[in-house]
């Protein structure tokens, strides 16, 4: 008892931090998110309208529609490019020392200062990536015009962004595989695609789903790539699920329904790490290291 | 079944020769072992002979086909590593049956040759669990199974015992040998031991810096070893080195002497008078007592006594300050410090140059 006391008091301030910074704004967001609220007017209990109208708003739709394409498209091109790089190292390449950091260096560069430069490498009038790309005779990326285009230029950034952190994941899971198992896998009659199959992506499967699950969680709260590149332009078609939320929030000053969102948002994420989380404890669960 | 023909081979690791011509002929069956110090290149060459590291110079051959440039899948060679090197997400099952299911045997027989291999090594109650969930002994027996699978002409082994402990490795070592006998095939097995070496070789192969020092059975290595080099690394103890003088040649015999050792006559070629040598006398060979006619002595001071029960090993330091062991099958009362006199017979001695 004299114990708990004394330690209380050393505790308290992590438990005071915790509880002012995630717990307490989470209740308040609950609570925000069963009312309609905006400035100027006192906060109406309206009960899980605010759910509705989201869901049922076109320009949500649109922006989940938006957002889940980059997860499906980005995080998996990412994790397949991520892998082959990681491979590529291991299997000892020259000057890796120096190729290391240079794939490493986007992750220390801040998202704005990427998104200035990509915006100027890839603008549609005197970018050099656009000049390169007409002089190969291939069809330029208009971003800032066309809603496709601007996906894919945000697609591609965030790759960009992200492939240090799914390529050092599975480059340390690579070289935690022993050498031998490779050499007696080549002793049994493997070729280098027997073993890649039925050695290195099974022994790699639980980073393979780390990386992923983390990928998918990031990507889903996508949003500054989308906001620095075309702020969800042109006329909202390449909104995601978070610049939707920003724009009801600070736009249209409906916290209510950006409350509700922001939950949304919360809820999908956690039954994505869910189902990612339960397919790990399988695999590590079969695999009993 | 295949028989090898190592004609020169050589392998250097950049600049730095580690194998420097290796000649070898092993027979059809034959269990050869190669032995020697940590890091003269034993695995190097048995890597050689199964195809993970590339071949510098010379030329190897397994049964009658040269193998320089064949892939080790298809050298028809299986190899036991020491750290088993078992694939983790594979059940002892899969593991065995892997080689099998990539060349894609038919199931009905990969099952069949799993079985029995499971059978000889007395494993079938263990063929579903994962490696992880085996004892460093059991781990050791899959490896070996799963090179019995693949019906090999040559089995290789690189110091396969060497992370068990000491009584599982007898009891691993008699079942190897037990396994020669039953397959009947070729076995090139390497350690750093000299006794898993005595015990299990037909025909033995020391090794140092990367060149062969002596080839032979192991009671010709025992009894007539061709170097220094030989002489100390077979048999335990280690046999005792004198330095000693040539005094007069006769013939085989050469009469030699130092300060504190009258002149004996020992077996040695190519000495002439007033050469330095070795004399060599193995501690089983030294027993106390003083010399009776026309045997050798040795004198000093008891450094050490060791009581392993079947024999006493005692350590005596000579007067020049030479660490002599003996190995005596008696206890005998000796006791630190004590003065003590041994004799051998100079027909029992080695000279090395
Ligand atoms: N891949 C390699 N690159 C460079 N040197 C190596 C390599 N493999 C082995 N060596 C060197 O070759 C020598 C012999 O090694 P090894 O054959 O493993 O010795 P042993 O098995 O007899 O202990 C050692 O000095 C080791 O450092
Ligand atoms: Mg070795």
Redesign the pocket.
């Known amino acids: 008892m004299n114990k708990i006391t004394e330690v209380v008091p050393f505790l308290a301030p992590v438990q005071i931090l915790i509880l002012s910074v995630i717990v307490i704004p989470s209740f308040y967001v609950v609570w925000l998110s069963l009312h309609a609220s905006s400035f100027g007017q006192s906060a109406t209990f309206v009960g899980l309208q605010n759910y509705i109208k989201v869901l049922t708003d076109p320009a949500f739709l649109l922006a989940l529609g938006n957002t889940v394409l980059i997860v499906i498209f980005a995080v998996h091109l990412e994790l397949a490019l991520g892998l082959g790089m990681a491979l590529l190292f291991a299997s000892g390449l020259p000057c890796r020392r120096v190729l290391l950091v240079a794939v490493l260096a986007p992750y220390a560069v801040s998202e704005v200062i990427a998104v200035a430069m990509w915006r100027f490498l890839f603008d549609p009038d005197v970018g050099p990536v656009t000049a390169m790309l007409t002089w190969l005779g291939l069809p330029m990326l208009d971003w800032s015009f066309e809603p496709s285009h601007a996906l894919i230029m945000i697609g591609l950034l965030t790759i960009w962004l992200h492939l240090p952190f799914t390529f050092i994941i599975l480059y340390a899971a690579r070289l935690a595989i022993p050498k031998d198992l490779y050499e007696a896998a080549r002793i049994d009659g493997a070729k280098p695609f027997d073993a890649f199959r039925r050695v290195t992506i099974p022994l790699l499967g639980p980073a393979i789903v780390v990386a992923l699950l983390f990928r998918y969680i990031f990507a889903f709260r996508i949003f500054s790539e989308v906001w620095l590149m075309t702020q969800g332009g042109p006329a909202r078609s390449t909104e995601v699920v978070a610049v939707y939320l920003y724009q009801e929030a600070f736009s249209f000053n409906a916290f209510g329904t950006a409350a509700a969102t922001a939950w949304i948002m919360v809820l999908a994420s956690l039954l994505l790490a869910t189902g990612y989380v339960f397919l790990l404890r399988k695999q590590v669960a079969g695999n009993a290291h | 079944m295949a028989s090898l023909r190592l004609a020169g081979l050589k392998k250097s690791?950049g600049a730095?020769d580690?194998i420097k011509g290796v000649n070898l002929e092993i027979k059809d069956g034959e269990f050869v072992v190669f032995v020697?110090p940590?890091?003269?290149?034993?695995?190097?060459l048995l890597r050689m002979i199964a195809g993970l590291e590339d071949i510098s110079g010379g030329e190897l051959y397994i049964g009658d086909r040269l193998c320089n440039e064949v892939q080790p899948r298809e050298r028809g060679i299986a190899m036991v590593f020491q750290s088993y090197a078992l694939y983790p997400h594979m059940t002892v099952y899969d593991n065995m049956g892997f080689g099998l299911s990539l060349n894609k045997t038919p199931k009905p027989e990969l099952d069949a040759r799993v079985r029995e291999a499971a059978r000889i090594l007395k494993m079938e109650h263990l063929l579903e669990r994962k490696p992880s969930q085996l004892s460093g002994g059991q781990r050791q027996r899959v490896a070996i199974g799963r090179a019995i699978v693949r019906k090999p002409g040559v089995f290789l082994f690189d110091e396969p015992l060497s992370n068990l402990d000491a009584a599982l490795r007898v009891d691993m070592r008699m079942e190897l040998a037990k396994l020669h006998r039953d397959l009947g095939a070729t076995m090139i097995y390497?350690t750093h031991d000299q006794i898993e070496a005595m015990t299990l070789a037909d025909k033995i192969v020391v090794l140092d810096g990367g060149l062969v020092q002596q080839v032979g059975s192991p009671m010709e290595l025992y009894k007539n070893p061709a170097n220094k080099f030989v002489a100390g690394f077979i048999g335990a103890p280690k046999m005792n080195f004198l330095p000693v003088k040539v005094q007069s040649v006769a013939g085989d015999t050469a009469m030699v002497a130092s300060d504190t050792m009258s002149p004996i006559p020992v077996k040695g070629r190519g000495f002439s008078v007033g050469d330095p040598a070795w004399l060599g006398i193995r501690p089983q060979f030294l027993k106390p007592g003083p010399p009776t006619d026309g045997e050798g002595a040795l004198r000093g001071r008891i450094a050490l006594v060791e009581r392993l029960g079947t024999e006493t090993i005692i350590a005596v330091d000579t007067a020049e300050n030479e660490r002599v062991v003996a190995a005596i099958p008696v206890d005998v009362e000796l006791a630190f410090g004590d003065a003590a006199e041994f004799q051998f017979n100079p027909q029992a001695a080695h000279l090395f140059h």
């Open positions: 690791f730095v580690i020697g940590s890091g003269c290149g034993k695995s190097t390497v």
